[in-house]
Each structure stands twice: as structure tokens, then as C-alpha cells.
């Protein structure tokens, strides 16, 4: 899905970046290893330390490689299994140590007047059980309620319209002929993103 979004986009002509945190061995963990600059070198509150090395441009460099693409993209796209009903630890530890407080959000910046205004944002998962599974009343209950921290409490806290995710339900259970339907459904609805209106999350 992350070799088929990157060709149709780059295709009609738009930038692509990618960061592969498994192939990068992305460095989940936060620390004092996320900055290069010091607030307080006794007592560490990550979020005094990150609205310091904003003021002092004072990031790692890997987070600031990160942080830069989050400026610079119109539209951010996550690729990922569904894991523990959320995303993979690496990904969690990627926004636990991107989405920094004074860059991503801070002082009132937040949903609607957060820093990623304008910009849109869509999950694209994979599922180990079937479509019915995800439904209300199914096994795992609906799957807008999984993904609404996700939605909810990471995009649009910090200012991204969120559009409906794109879910491939048991790709292990599919044919390849089903599986590459999937692949051609997904590289076409990523040439219409800007005609998409924002997906409801829910309730408040």
C-alpha cells in the first residue's frame, strides 16, 4: 500500500516523502536524546524541554527532519497495522517525540486554531480480522471508535482535517486478485483527496 501510494501520487505529479521508521530503526523512546539543547538538567518535563529547544532550535536532528515534513506536507498519510486496537509502538513513539508541545500544539494551538491547519491527514491500516469484525455489534466493536483516539486526540488536537481512513480488512485472507483490486481502489481514491470532505470522527 506504501509502494502503490507513493507511484500514483508521484505520477500526477505531486512530492512524496516517506519516513520508514522501520527501516530508519526510529528510536521510540523519549529522552533527553530528542533535544540538543537543556531547560532544566536536574528535573526533565518533556514538554518545558520541548518549548525550549523550539525557542532555542534546540531538536534532535532526527526529530527536526520529522518535524519539517510535518511543515512542509499538504497532506500526511499513515501507513500501518491495526496492533492492540491502535498503531505500532514505533508510531506512537514517533508522535510521542515529533508532535512536540510548541511545534505540533501549545499556548491555545490547538484543533481548530492548531498548527497543521489546512493540512489534511488519513490513516491507511490493515486489519487482522474480517470487515464484519470492525462493524457495531461485531467482535471488536466499530472501528471508528478504535481509531477515534487516533483521530480525535492526535490530528485534529493539533489542527489536521482528518478524511475517512482507508481500511483493508484481512489482506491475509484475500486473493491476490482481490488484494491488487484493493491496491488499484487505493491508488485511485489518492488522485481525488482534495475533493474529499473531512471525515466525522464523532461526537465530542
Known sequence: MLRTAVASLEAAGHAVQ????YHLRFEPVS?????TTVHDAVFYKQQL???HATEHHGFALDLERELQKLAWCDVMIWQFPLWWFTVPAVLKGWVDRVFAMGRA???GKVYENGPFQGKRALLSLTTGGGAADYQPGGLQGDLAGVLRPLHRGILQFTGFT???PQVV???VRLSQAEREALLDAWAARLLTLAEEAPFDVGAY
Request: aromatic content about 14%.
Open 18 to 21: 516517506v519516513t520508514d521508521l
Open 31 to 35: 529522552d533527553r536524546r530528542n533535544f
Open 49 to 51: 524541554e520541548e518549548l
Open 105 to 107: 500544539y501549545g499556548a
Open 162 to 164: 482528518v478524511l475517512a
Open 169 to 171: 480488512y484481512g489482506p
